[in-house]
């Protein structure tokens, strides 16, 4: 049974007069510490998997201790993780009572799954993936994207940061821009040069930072620098609740629910290349005519 405090900073309810776990957890979000942060932005933002995950699995996924999720369930007011847990079911069946009300009321149904109900780990791993860029696409938001395109495609240079995880998809990024012959730099490590970039960082510039869960301090670092440049900012991210999120100018989300020891970053792959394209399709023929002479080069 959930115990708050009379005095816990209130919290969004809901229309049917039910505070959220999602909600609760938002409203109080810069008390928590760091650890706790991280536990916090991974039931927001996977709420599915945290309704039905043991505490030992989620401590792994939000990249913390088993010891602090219970730490976390005793900070909202609870005895302990499973009644955290026993929220997060009765939300989450909320909102798949609501999705079935909503087709019932003539919505579009749900596709029929993509494997049989006994598919074995190769086959869920697929599954999740195919959910992931499905529900990122649900949840986009056109403005956001077409703000990011713009961005991009009106910056004198492009910075990318991103590090461990996400500097593949930082030098893809950059590879893709570049092919469109445009300016674009990585910040993937805190060696000498990544550093000196930073340094060159002005009010022409685009700088935009990826994470996934906690992001690195380099890349927190690259944000604010930018912020305080006045230089224009994007973040990709899987955490709504992001620092890096919060230090930028355009959000964009990716879902990255997967049942196997890593994130997924499917939807993050799917949104890069549609973000190239879509910089591309702003003047598709003089793009194509740089892309010949980028590969004869």
């Known amino acids: 049974m959930k115990r708050i405090a009379a005095d816990s900073p209130a919290a969004p309810i809901e229309a049917a007069g039910h505070q959220t776990l999602s909600a609760y957890i938002r409203a109080r ?4 510490s760091r650890s706790q942060k991280d536990v916090a932005q991974y039931i927001v933002d996977h709420l599915d998997e945290v309704a039905f995950q043991t505490a030992e699995e989620l401590a792994r996924r939000a990249n913390t201790s088993s ?4 730490r976390f369930s005793q900070a909202l007011g609870f005895e302990g ?10 939300e989450y069946r909320r909102r798949v009572a609501a999705g079935l009300t909503g087709a019932a009321n003539g919505a579009t149904p749900a596709a029929e799954p993509l494997f049989s109900l006994d598919q074995n780990e190769f086959e869920t791993a697929v599954a999740a993936d195919h959910v992931n860029v499905e529900e990122t696409a649900r949840k986009m938001s056109r403005s956001d994207i077409e703000a990011a395109i713009d961005a991009i495609a009106g910056a004198r240079r492009v910075l990318i940061a991103g590090t461990d995880q996400m500097a593949f998809f930082a030098s893809y990024l950059r590879h ?3 092919l469109l012959d445009l300016q674009a730099d990585i910040v993937a490590s805190p060696s000498q040069e990544a550093l000196s970039r930073l340094g060159r960082i002005d009010d022409s510039m685009l700088v935009i930072g990826l994470s996934a869960g906690r992001p690195h301090p380099l890349v927190v670092r690259a944000m604010k620098l930018a912020r305080h440049r006045k230089a224009g900012t994007v973040a990709i991210t899987d ?3 992001s620092e890096v999120a919060k230090l930028a100018h355009i959000r ?11 994130r997924s970053h499917t939807a993050l792959l799917s949104m890069i290349q549609a973000l190239a394209y879509g910089v591309y399709s702003r003047d598709a023929e003089q793009y194509a005519d740089r892309i010949k002479a980028f590969r004869l080069k």
């Open 29 to 32: 979000f810069d008390e928590f």
């Open 67 to 70: 010891s602090t999720v219970v």
């Open 81 to 90: 993780f499973p009644e955290l847990q026993g929220q997060a079911r009765e």
């Open 176 to 178: 893709l821009l570049m």
């Open 239 to 241: 955490a709504t609740l």
């Open 252 to 262: 964009l989300y990716y879902s990255s629910n997967s049942p196997a020891y890593v």
